[in-house]
């Protein structure tokens, strides 16, 4: 399916609206950031076993999984706006249950608070679609990297606000660094009510092909394939880094450090990314981005002093955003304008079903054998996704001189 192309030669709506989205996304990211750099360590503190300290973190994705399909029909029936604002709702509801959880030291409430924090993550996955909308299609990859690059102000604020705030209410540890992510959400839902993102038209919700049909190109399933394994890699190793940290004695201090870096290195090449597809093309920077995820896990395996993960999570962090955008671009090109709500939902529903499983999972393999068994289970995966990327864009070429 070729991309399609707006008409237009003045992208300046469409700049605006990025230019929104993107400070939302440094908002909304801080949600993310919070959430990560404590999950797993107030999950160890207040969980049944050591085994389910992650579990939170895994409930967060299932919330994103669980927030992706809805949010594509709210995006459709009501536009894109309401379903910002519903999911804005959602963030700031996670920072005042999480804060409860904590001080009553009740590990399902604070795995509900994550959940509704994974699904104000869900709709924040559709602001980089939200944002290719009304771009020309050599606008198109930019606006999505723009968008994408707020996410590094993310990287700075939430852990950040993590240190700041983590030992203000004592001896409720992270407490008030929840208090302050329901604030910074309410925050972020006043920005997203100025987004220009009108209903759609009454006769898009009948129009376009069949789902299977779309999702049954060779060019989706690669995007798609492509785009979870670099989110879901990415997530597995994330999440088992901070508790790695601390099973090695390294302090939280150390452990917000790499977040931080490793959420700065997730967005900041956001800059160019953008720039770097059009230039090369999509699957170039996928190929890339997954290779630097492989080459993230075999520093994991390499070492465990602050260095090793340092590092680790800062290219972990490039791979993914490399991977992800790159994937997302493809997205957008397998698509009509009609087609977009259904189709990009789809596509954040298996990225995040897929995540789920490996957030779940990840606890486990660290609990049972170990922070290099986590960064290996990263391979396999990637060298499938590569495999994927390199056929359809063959069978691409082939359609293209038949």
Not at 131 to 139: L, P, T, V
Not at 331 to 352: I, M, S, Y
Request: with cysteine; proline share 5%; charged share 10%.
């Amino acid at each position: 399916m070729t991309a399609f192309a707006l008409d237009t030669s003045d992208d300046r709506k469409a700049r605006d609206m990025a230019g929104r989205l993107a400070v939302a996304q440094a908002l909304t990211g801080a949600n993310t950031a919070v959430i990560f750099a404590t999950g797993s360590i107030v999950g160890a503190a207040i969980a049944p076993s050591l085994s389910l300290a992650t579990l939170p973190l895994s409930v967060y994705v299932v919330g994103i999984a669980a927030g992706t399909l809805p949010t594509g029909w709210i995006s459709r029936t009501y536009g894109r706006r309401t379903a910002f604002l519903i999911g804005s709702g959602c963030g700031a509801l996670c920072g005042l249950l999480a804060a409860i959880a904590i001080i009553w030291s009740s590990f399902p409430l604070f795995c509900l608070a994550t959940f509704c924090g994974g699904l104000y993550g869900a709709v924040s996955q559709t602001y980089r679609f939200a944002a290719a909308d009304r771009a020309s299609e050599g606008f198109r990859p930019k606006a999505i990297s723009w968008v994408l690059a707020g996410g590094i102000f993310a990287g700075v604020l939430g852990p950040q606000l993590v240190q700041w705030t983590m030992d203000y209410w004592p001896p409720h540890l992270f407490a008030a660094s929840f208090v302050v992510q329901a604030i910074v959400a309410l925050v972020a839902m006043a920005v997203l009510s100025t987004v220009d993102a009108p209903k759609p038209a009454a006769t898009d919700l009948y129009r376009g092909r069949p789902l299977y049909q779309i999702i049954g190109q060779s060019s989706f399933i690669a995007a798609a394939l492509c785009g979870t394994v670099a989110y879901a890699m990415m997530n597995l190793v994330m999440t088992s880094a901070p508790l790695a940290m601390q099973i090695c004695g390294l302090p939280i201090s150390d452990s917000n450090f790499g977040i931080q870096w490793h959420i700065v290195a997730m967005y900041g090449p956001s800059f160019f990314t953008g720039s770097l597809i059009a230039r090369f093309g999509a699957p170039v920077i996928v190929a890339i981005g997954l290779a630097l995820e492989a080459t993230a896990a075999a520093i994991g395996m390499s070492g465990i002093t602050p260095m090793h993960f340092w590092v680790m999570l800062i290219v972990l962090g490039f791979g993914w955003n490399f991977g992800f955008i790159g994937a997302s671009a493809l997205v957008v090109e397998a698509h009509r304008p009609e087609e977009r709500n259904k189709v990009q939902a789809f596509n954040d529903f298996l990225v995040f079903g897929m995540m789920a499983i490996g957030s779940f999972a990840s606890g486990q393999l660290l609990a049972d054998f170990g922070w290099t068994i986590v960064n290996a289970v990263v391979f396999p995966p990637v060298a499938v996704a590569l495999i994927c990327l390199g056929v359809a864009r063959l069978m691409k070429r082939r359609a293209r001189s038949s």
